[in-house]
């Protein structure tokens, strides 16, 4: 059987690392079997909503490479609910209510004051057809619950956390249709899982109590639930969920110079024990993932690690995906000499800097200065196509005697202004042999 996986975010707002992640592991579950992954906009709250947080939910997903077989909108749908809803109070599973929320409330309080557990009660389901007409009549609109099956345990087995049991008896009967006809998350979730052939869901933990009531939704609905899975929730260095990671969005990490394959080599693993591989590509990773690695400890994001898994890939960028992104006149050996040096490929343009000049060097002694005024006469006689650097070093080496950090440091003081950076093998022949011995010779330094 294909798999088929989803990625249901609500549009209230951006997406967030945690949601990124869940939206990876979907994507990398479906990837890994040839299998097929879905994105389900779950807008049935049409008043928090937002067209602009759509948009940007597919952006994130595109600049990450997680692109969707096929997207869905919940709001384009509400027919098929209707339909399933209908079919479901004929059944007998879903019934009338009308309890205010101060009166649901009011019956938590007294049930926890008692020591036991805050059920809903079931008192609706005592109403007679004479008692609906009397509150139809008097204009009062009821919500809908769902009626679990206390006789039938719940239980499933998790990819993640394992065996699962439920006893229905210690749970509420979920209200899952508003008062105004607006639905909750839950039974809407169920009816497209089943009708757009979702065979594995993979979501947070904190829809394990959702799952509870979803198993037998399915089950009432005709269908065979799919296969859960449930990840631990991502916390942030200091071990808690952070505001800072609630609210760390993808366009926030992407300005900051964060590569998406990096985000993506990170969360691949985040939860599991297992290295984070920078030079895996998203078809490796897909290969290698595998539900039973991960753990049901809450999972570290540590941005230090990301700016780490971050340089390492920028290490390996060719240069047709960054060219875009580079300072006009920079090429495709600037770039090889100087991405070993960067953290974030913006930081290119500094070093591009370095290359095109002008640069300024330390005030040099006396002696130095004659060394440099040396090495810009031996630089002037050079032969700059191959290797302009071990030519003048061997060179000067010959010459003076020096060597080691005294033949090269003042060297690439006087070339580039710094005491430290790309390979100046790979650097020099970037920077033209007129403006090198200039930069080298005295006129070049005052
Ligand atoms: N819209 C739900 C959420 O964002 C979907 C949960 C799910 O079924 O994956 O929490």
Known sequence: ??????????????LHVGNIRTALHNWLLARRSGGRFLLRIDDTDAARSREEHVEAIRADLQWLGLTPEREERQSARFAIYEAAFERLVA??????????AQELELKRKVLLGRGLPPIYDRSALKLTDEDHAAKAAAGEQPHWRFLLDHDTPIEWVDGIRGPQHFDPKQMSDPVVRRADGSWLYMLPSAIDDVDMGVTDVLRGEDHVSNTATQVQMFAALGAQAPRFAHEALLTGTEGKLSKR???????????????????????????????????????????????????????????????RVNAAVVHALPFAEVADRLPGGMGEAAWEAIRPNLNHVGEAAQWWQVV???????????????????????????????????????????????????????????????????????????????????????????
């Open 1 to 14: 059987m294909t798999v088929v996986t989803r990625f249901a975010p609500s549009p209230t707002g951006r």
């Open 91 to 100: 059944a007998g599973r879903l019934y009338r209510c009308y309890e205010t």
């Open 245 to 307: 990671l609630g609210s760390l969005g993808v366009a926030d990490l992407r300005d900051s110079g964060i590569e998406p394959q990096a985000l993506v080599a990170l969360l691949a693993r985040l939860g599991t024990a297992d290295p984070v591989d920078a030079s895996l590509d998203a078809a490796a990773l897909a290969a290698s993932f595998d539900l039973s690695r991960f753990g049901r400890a809450p999972a570290r994001f540590d941005e230090a690690e990301l700016e």
């Open 356 to 446: 095109t000049g002008p640069v300024a060097g330390p005030e040099f002694d006396a002696e130095t200065r004659e060394y440099l005024d040396q090495a810009a006469t031996v630089a002037a006689l050079l032969d700059w196509t191959t290797d302009p650097w071990g030519a003048l070093t061997a060179a000067l080496k010959d010459a003076t005697g020096r060597k080691g950090k005294a033949l090269f440091l003042p060297l690439r003081q006087a070339l580039t202004g710094m005491d430290h950076g790309p390979d100046m093998k790979a650097l020099l022949p970037l920077i033209a042999k007129d403006e090198a011995v200039r930069r080298l010779g005295l006129d070049g330094m005052r």
